[in-house]
């Protein structure tokens, strides 16, 4: 249902754009006569809701239409090649985020006020504050441009070696997953602050548990109930860096595809681009909706 | 949020609002000057609002002349060096300060406004008004923000004036959602309840007694919205998606540097510190305020 409106909106918005893509296509033709017959050819002559019944009976099989450029490859190609990338970075950058935050979070919280602590909130506010594809060029200038230790752009498929295609992936990856660890390392502070206060910490310190299986055993699992709950924003960022980080490291992920869609105006792969886009995303929100009611057997779907 | 500030004619509200507010901002005012972060976010902010004003006359140099030695490094004359075309990159800098502050708070304003009138409409009302707004407000929920703007500019072409809509448009449901949330919670109120029971008419329930005392968390979120509608410009800039390329912004300065970076590594550090810089100080202080306004932190992370 959700999958249908998103699919409806997603057609309609962009075919209310004044622009025609047809125009951006002809321009150095200039033949009014050409346009008309690529017009016919492409359906675009025919009414608006013809030509949206026609693209949800294709869509439910599958079928996003052609790229209107060149040897018109189907969207639905350009999507399947592009997904492997993007999941490959998003998932790497999860993955460093992940790392970096839980152990940032709960020392910091476990040494509140520190200098660790202070540093660590600091290294978070400046995650957050700076641009994605800035820390991308950063990391570009310093290891690929002048130490030359990994390349700067590009991607190689995992089944050309898992180096090479970790190798492309690193820079992207920790660009895309900074800000995505601040605001975990900061939810994993606060939620810890509020964990170690309670009463069943107290018995466990109490019972004379060693310090390690309380922070582990009792303290951190409790304390991502409420980080889980800011998944779904934190995934929100992640896939806006991603959109942006692909551009910058010229992986032809779907940011790239979908960028280079509105460039060119080519709308069907707009459309299609849009449409995964947002489908990912609905099922990581339902996946972290269910994985809720996984950690915390109190919550019960109704 | 007007409404905040002209309390001081009311005399029949239920408290005398006008001490309360402005003991408050005294308050503000210490907070600030205690808070290290605070007051640094603070200084910074100043500094770049300064700049921002005053471009024309800070600016050493026209930030379209092209006149000078290309690629120069960082010099007395040039302070951060001059870009592939010639370029004084200090004054195009300074000269990019506005798009991203214009931007920056006009979106926020606009989504501010707007959001808080739907959430104020769906929360009061209920009943079909409730249903509908919250469809919407769930629609936009399906895409990531970021991801809603780079659509949204697709739709409307790039621009100054698209690309606030569009920024803006990406924001609205944040807003909608809080102030909603605000509202249902307000109108279980005793004050409210005895506004109603006196004959008030809806419009000065919401004006007099709701909206006042919806606007800590709305005034926290605005902050954080600022910083990453900034982010969210820069992003876009970057991409191709922003201003026209005769106006010098901060992400379209990156995009253009990004090329030389190899060589001309100032092209690509300064205008990125410079975003980061004045995200960051919009971060202190939206954090600061948070403290002071008491709000929970998980609702305003995006």
Request: overall charge neutral.
């Amino acid at each position: 249902m959700v999958t249908w409106i998103v699919a409806t909106l997603v057609f309609f918005m962009l075919r209310a754009v004044p622009g025609d893509p047809l125009v951006a296509m002809l321009f150095d033709v200039g033949d009014p006569a050409a346009a008309e017959e690529l017009r016919q050819k492409y359906g675009l002559d025919r009414p608006l809701f013809i030509q949206y019944v026609k693209w949800c009976g294709l869509l439910l099989q599958g079928d996003m239409g052609r790229s209107i450029y060149g040897s018109r490859v189907p969207v639905s190609t350009i999507i399947i090649e592009a997904l492997p990338r993007t999941i490959s970075l998003a998932l790497l950058a999860f993955a460093i985020a992940i790392g970096i935050a839980i152990p940032a979070g709960i020392i910091a919280a476990l040494r509140k006020n520190s200098f660790l602590d202070h540093a660590t909130t600091l290294l978070a506010f400046l995650g957050l504050s700076m641009p994605d594809f800035w820390l991308a060029i950063m990391l570009i200038i310093v290891f690929a441009a002048n130490l030359h230790w990994l390349p700067a752009i590009g991607y190689v498929p995992i089944s050309q070696g898992v180096w090479p295609w970790l190798k492309h992936l690193i820079l992207p990856a920790i660009a895309a997953g900074t800000a995505f660890s601040a605001i975990i390392a900061r939810m994993i502070r606060s939620s810890m602050l509020e964990v170690i206060k309670t009463d069943y910490i107290q018995v466990a310190r109490a019972k004379g548990l060693r310090k390690n299986t309380i922070t582990l055993v009792h303290a951190l699992p409790n304390a991502l109930i409420p980080v889980i709950t800011v998944m779904g924003i934190a995934f929100a960022l992640l896939m806006a860096t991603t959109v942006v980080i692909e551009n910058v490291f010229s992986i032809k992920g779907l940011g790239r595809v979908l960028i280079q869609g509105i460039l060119n105006r080519d709308y069907p792969v707009v459309q299609g681009a849009i449409l995964v886009v947002s489908m990912i995303f609905i099922f990581i929100n339902l996946l972290v909706d269910i994985l809720y009611t996984v950690i915390d057997p109190r919550i019960r779907f109704e | 949020m007007q409404l905040a500030t002209d309390d001081a004619s009311r005399v029949d509200s239920p408290e005398d609002v006008s001490l309360l507010r402005r003991s408050r901002w005294t308050d503000w005012w210490l907070t600030v000057m205690h808070d290290k972060k605070a007051l640094a976010g603070l200084v910074i902010l100043a500094v770049f609002v300064f700049m921002g004003l005053f471009a024309p006359l800070i600016a050493p140099y026209d930030p379209n002349d092209m006149e000078y030695e290309m690629l120069a490094p960082p010099s007395r004359s040039h302070l951060l060096g001059t870009d592939d075309l010639g370029r004084d990159l200090l004054s195009r800098i300074i000269h990019g300060t506005r798009i991203s502050f214009f931007i920056g708070f006009t979106t926020v304003a606009l989504a501010l406004v707007s959001g808080v009138f739907l959430g104020l409409t769906a929360g009061y009302y209920g009943g079909w008004r409730d249903h509908l707004i919250m469809r919407y407000i769930d629609l936009q929920w399906a895409f990531p923000n970021f991801i809603i703007a780079v659509y949204m500019v697709a739709v409307f072409g790039t621009g100054i004036f698209n690309l606030t809509i569009a920024i803006s448009l990406a924001y609205v449901d944040d807003f909608a959602r809080l102030a909603r949330g605000m509202v249902l919670t307000i109108k279980q109120e005793p004050y409210v309840m005895a506004a109603r029971a006196m004959g008030a008419s809806n419009t000065r329930i919401m004006g007099t007694y709701v909206l006042p005392n919806a606007t800590a968390p709305l005034i926290v979120q605005a902050t954080v919205s600022v910083s990453y509608a900034i982010l969210a410009e820069a992003a876009l800039s970057f991409l191709g998606l922003g201003v026209e390329s005769t106006t010098p912004t901060w992400g379209l300065i990156l995009a253009e540097g990004r090329s030389f970076i190899s060589r001309a590594w100032w092209v690509g550090v300064f205008p990125g510190l410079a975003i980061m810089l004045t995200v960051l100080s919009i971060n202190f202080l939206g954090d600061a305020l948070r403290d002071f306004m008491d709000v929970r932190e998980t609702q305003d992370l995006m």
